[in-house]
C-alpha cells in the first residue's frame, strides 16, 4: 500500500516516532507473552515457537528507535512484524498473529504503559505527603492567622495546615491505586473485538504481562476507555488540590506576607533588580500542574461523544496526550515536594500575625458561653462589639466593652485582665480546640503519626505492586527460553 506523503507527514510519522518512544517495550512484551502461550496450549507447535522466538530476540530496541519512517508500512506494529518475518520467514512469523488482532494488542499496550505512569505519579505522591509530614512534625506549635475568605480568621497551626493536605493527598492516593487496579487488566485475547475460536488461556498471558487477570466482555476489552478516563480524574483530582497548596506557598512566599522562604537554589534573581528573590521553583510546579490539569481534561474531550467501539481517537492520537499529562502531573507533582522539604517558615512572623486582626475573638465568644451561661448568639454579639469598637487588646477598654454589651444585652459579665489575658491568647486558642482533627499539639502529634503509618502501608504496596510487574518479567522471561 501506497500511502499519501501528506498523510505521512502529517500522520503516519507522528504516530511513529510516538509508538517507538512510548510502546515499543510493551509491544516485545506482548509478542513473547502471547507466542508462550500459543506454544503452552498446542496452537503453535514448539518447533516454530522456537523459529519465532529467535527471531524476536534478534530483535534490537535500541536500532528501532532509530528507525527514520520511510511510509512503507502502517505503524510500528507492521515495523516489528516485518522485522519477525525477516528472521524466520513468512509462514512461521505468520502463527505468532493466531488469535490476535492489532485491536488487542494496542489496547494491551496501552494498559501496560498507563499502569507504569500511576504508579510514578503515586511514587511522588508519596514524596510529597512525606515532605508535608515531614514539615508537619517540626511546626505543631507554630501559630499562624488561618485565613477564610482570603481575610484573617482564627489562629491554627502549621502543622494543623499541612495535615489538611495531608489527608487530601492521602485520599488522592486512594484513587489513583483503584485507578491502576481498574487499568492493570489484560485485554489480549479480545482480538478485533469478539474474541476467537482458538483455545487461548487469557489468564496465562495475564500473569506473563503482570496484569491482575484478563478483562471481562471482549467487545468491551476494545471498546472502554473508562479505565483511561478513571486515571485521568484520579490524577485531575490531585492536581487541582496541588494546584491551591502551591498558590498558597507562593502567597506566604511574599514579601508582604513573609511566611515561608524558599532556599537561594530554588529561587531566581532579576536581571535588572538585585533585590529580587523570585519563587520560581513553587510558580513551575504551578505551572506543570494547571497544563497537566488541562491535559487530563482533553482526555475526556477527545472521547466525548465518539462511537462505542474500535476507532482512532482512542489510540494513536490520544496515548501521546495521555503520557504526557502524567509525565507533567509528575513532574508538578515532585516539584512541589523538593521545593516544600527545603522550605523554611517565619516562626515569629506567624504567631505575631496570629495575635492580631481579633483572629482569637472566638474563644471569647466561646468563653461566654462555658463560663458565663450565655447563649452563642448573645455571646456571638458582645465578642463582635470588641472587635468593632477596640482597635487593640487593651485589657481594661476590652472589659469594659465587654461589661456595657453584656448589660445592654440583659446580662452582668465581669472578666477580669488574667482571664481575658488567656482567652485572647493564640496559644490558647489553639490548645483548647482538642476535638478530634483539631489544631492542639497533642491532636496533632497523633494524626502526624497516623499520616505517617498510613504513608508506609502505601510504600509497600507501591513496591509490592512495582515487584509483580518485575517478577512478571522474569517469568515471561524464563518461559520465552523454556519453549
Same mark, same amino acid.
Given at each position: 500500500?501506497?500511502?499519501? &506523503?501528506?498523510?505521512?507527514?502529517?500522520?503516519?510519522?507522528?504516530?511513529?516516532?510516538?509508538?517507538?518512544? =512510548?510502546?515499543?517495550? &510493551?509491544?516485545?512484551?506482548?509478542?513473547? *507473552?502471547?507466542?508462550?502461550?500459543?506454544?503452552?496450549?498446542?496452537?503453535?507447535?514448539?518447533?516454530?515457537?522456537?523459529?519465532?522466538?529467535?527471531? #524476536?530476540?534478534?530483535?534490537?530496541?535500541?536500532?528501532?528507535?532509530?528507525?527514520?519512517?520511510?511510509?512503507?508500512?502502517?505503524? $510500528?506494529?507492521?515495523?516489528?512484524? !516485518?522485522?519477525?518475518?525477516?528472521?524466520?520467514?513468512?509462514? *512461521?512469523?505468520?502463527?505468532?498473529?493466531?488469535?490476535?488482532?492489532?485491536?488487542?494488542?494496542?489496547?494491551?499496550?496501552?494498559?501496560? +504503559?498507563?499502569?507504569?505512569?500511576?504508579?510514578?505519579?503515586?511514587?511522588?505522591?508519596?514524596?510529597?505527603?512525606?515532605?508535608?509530614?515531614?514539615?508537619?512534625?517540626?511546626?505543631?506549635?507554630?501559630?499562624?492567622?488561618?485565613?477564610?475568605?482570603?481575610?484573617?480568621?482564627? &489562629?491554627?497551626?502549621?502543622?494543623?495546615? =499541612?495535615?489538611?493536605?495531608?489527608?487530601?493527598?492521602?485520599?488522592?492516593?486512594?484513587?489513583?491505586?483503584?485507578?491502576?487496579?481498574?487499568?492493570?487488566?489484560?485485554?489480549?485475547?479480545?482480538?478485533?473485538?469478539?474474541?476467537?475460536?482458538?483455545?487461548?488461556?487469557?489468564?496465562?498471558?495475564?500473569?506473563?504481562?503482570?496484569?491482575?487477570? &484478563?478483562?471481562?466482555?471482549?467487545?468491551?476489552?476494545?471498546?472502554?476507555?473508562?479505565?483511561?478516563?478513571?486515571?485521568?480524574?484520579?490524577?485531575?483530582?490531585?492536581?487541582?488540590?496541588?494546584?491551591?497548596?502551591?498558590?498558597?506557598?507562593?502567597?506566604?512566599?511574599?514579601?508582604?506576607?513573609?511566611?515561608?522562604?524558599?532556599?537561594?537554589? $530554588?529561587?531566581?534573581?532579576?536581571?535588572?533588580?538585585?533585590?529580587?528573590?523570585?519563587?520560581?521553583?513553587?510558580?513551575?510546579?504551578?505551572?506543570? *500542574?494547571?497544563?497537566?490539569?488541562?491535559? /487530563?481534561?482533553?482526555?475526556?474531550?477527545?472521547?466525548?461523544?465518539?462511537?462505542?467501539?474500535?476507532?482512532?481517537?482512542?489510540?494513536?492520537?490520544?496515548?501521546?496526550?495521555?503520557?504526557?499529562?502524567?509525565?507533567?502531573?509528575?513532574?508538578?507533582?515532585?516539584?512541589?515536594?523538593?521545593?516544600?522539604?527545603?522550605?523554611?517558615?517565619?516562626?515569629?512572623?506567624?504567631?505575631?500575625?496570629?495575635?492580631?486582626?481579633?483572629?482569637?475573638?472566638?474563644?471569647?465568644?466561646?468563653?461566654?458561653?462555658?463560663?458565663?451561661?450565655? /447563649?452563642?448568639?448573645?455571646?456571638?454579639?458582645?465578642?463582635?462589639?470588641?472587635?468593632?469598637?477596640?482597635?487593640?487588646?487593651?485589657? /481594661?477598654?476590652?472589659?469594659?466593652?465587654?461589661?456595657?454589651?453584656? +448589660?445592654?444585652?440583659?446580662?452582668?459579665?465581669?472578666?477580669?485582665?488574667?482571664?481575658?489575658?488567656?482567652?485572647?491568647?493564640?496559644?490558647?486558642?489553639?490548645?483548647?480546640?482538642?476535638?478530634?482533627?483539631?489544631?492542639?499539639?497533642?491532636?496533632?502529634?497523633?494524626?502526624?503519626?497516623?499520616?505517617?503509618? $498510613?504513608?508506609?502501608?502505601? +510504600?509497600?504496596?507501591?513496591?509490592? #505492586?512495582? !515487584?509483580?510487574?518485575?517478577?512478571?518479567?522474569?517469568?515471561?522471561?524464563?518461559?520465552?527460553?523454556?519453549?
Amino acid at each position: 500500500m501506497t500511502f499519501s &506523503p501528506d498523510y505521512v507527514r502529517l500522520v503516519l510519522n507522528e504516530n511513529f516516532e510516538d509508538a517507538k518512544a =512510548l510502546f515499543l517495550d &510493551p509491544l516485545l512484551a506482548i509478542h513473547d *507473552a502471547h507466542l508462550v502461550m500459543l506454544a503452552e496450549r498446542g496452537i503453535v507447535s514448539r518447533d516454530d515457537a522456537r523459529t519465532i522466538r529467535d527471531a #524476536l530476540a534478534r530483535i534490537d530496541p535500541i536500532a528501532v528507535r532509530q528507525v527514520t519512517y520511510d511510509g512503507t508500512y502502517e505503524d $510500528l506494529f507492521n515495523y516489528v512484524d !516485518r522485522l519477525v518475518v525477516d528472521g524466520c520467514g513468512p509462514d *512461521a512469523a505468520g502463527r505468532l498473529h493466531t488469535a490476535r488482532s492489532r485491536n488487542d494488542i494496542d489496547m494491551t499496550m496501552y494498559r501496560m +504503559r498507563l499502569r507504569e505512569d500511576v504508579l510514578r505519579l503515586i511514587d511522588a505522591v508519596a514524596a510529597l505527603r512525606e515532605a508535608v509530614v515531614d514539615q508537619a512534625s517540626k511546626h505543631r506549635e507554630t501559630i499562624f492567622a488561618a485565613h477564610t475568605h482570603a481575610q484573617p480568621a482564627q &489562629p491554627t497551626t502549621v502543622a494543623h495546615y =499541612l495535615l489538611a493536605m495531608a489527608e487530601q493527598l492521602e485520599r488522592d492516593t486512594i484513587r489513583l491505586f483503584s485507578a491502576y487496579e481498574t487499568t492493570n487488566r489484560n485485554p489480549l485475547g479480545a482480538c478485533a473485538i469478539t474474541g476467537t475460536g482458538f483455545p487461548i488461556d487469557r489468564d496465562r498471558t495475564s500473569v506473563l504481562l503482570g496484569f491482575s487477570g &484478563p478483562t471481562g466482555n471482549t467487545y468491551g476489552s476494545i471498546a472502554t476507555v473508562d479505565y483511561l478516563l478513571e486515571s485521568a480524574a484520579a490524577a485531575g483530582i490531585l492536581l487541582a488540590g496541588v494546584g491551591r497548596f502551591i498558590q498558597d506557598l507562593l502567597l506566604w512566599s511574599t514579601r508582604e506576607v513573609g511566611y515561608v522562604r524558599l532556599p537561594d537554589a $530554588l529561587v531566581q534573581a532579576s536581571s535588572i533588580m538585585p533585590q529580587k528573590r523570585n519563587p520560581v521553583a513553587l510558580e513551575h510546579a504551578r505551572a506543570l *500542574a494547571s497544563k497537566a490539569l488541562a491535559e /487530563s481534561g482533553a482526555i475526556a474531550q477527545t472521547v466525548h461523544n465518539t462511537p462505542f467501539g474500535d476507532i482512532v481517537d482512542t489510540e494513536d492520537d490520544l496515548q501521546p496526550l495521555v503520557a504526557v499529562a502524567f509525565r507533567d502531573a509528575t513532574r508538578a507533582v515532585a516539584l512541589a515536594a523538593v521545593t516544600l522539604d527545603e522550605a523554611t517558615f517565619d516562626v515569629d512572623r506567624m504567631r505575631t500575625q496570629a495575635g492580631e486582626s481579633w483572629v482569637t475573638i472566638t474563644e471569647l465568644a466561646d468563653t461566654l458561653v462555658r463560663d458565663h451561661g450565655l /447563649s452563642f448568639r448573645s455571646a456571638h454579639a458582645i465578642a463582635g462589639a470588641v472587635a468593632r469598637t477596640c482597635r487593640s487588646a487593651d485589657l /481594661s477598654q476590652v472589659a469594659d466593652v465587654i461589661a456595657r454589651a453584656a +448589660r445592654d444585652a440583659g446580662h452582668t459579665v465581669d472578666i477580669g485582665p488574667d482571664v481575658l489575658t488567656r482567652v485572647l491568647s493564640p496559644d490558647h486558642f489553639v490548645a483548647v480546640r482538642r476535638t478530634h482533627g483539631g489544631p492542639a499539639p497533642d491532636v496533632t502529634a497523633r494524626a502526624i503519626e497516623r499520616s505517617r503509618d $498510613l504513608l508506609a502501608t502505601d +510504600r509497600t504496596r507501591l513496591s509490592e #505492586l512495582r !515487584r509483580a510487574i518485575e517478577d512478571a518479567d522474569g517469568t515471561r522471561r524464563k518461559a520465552v527460553r523454556e519453549i
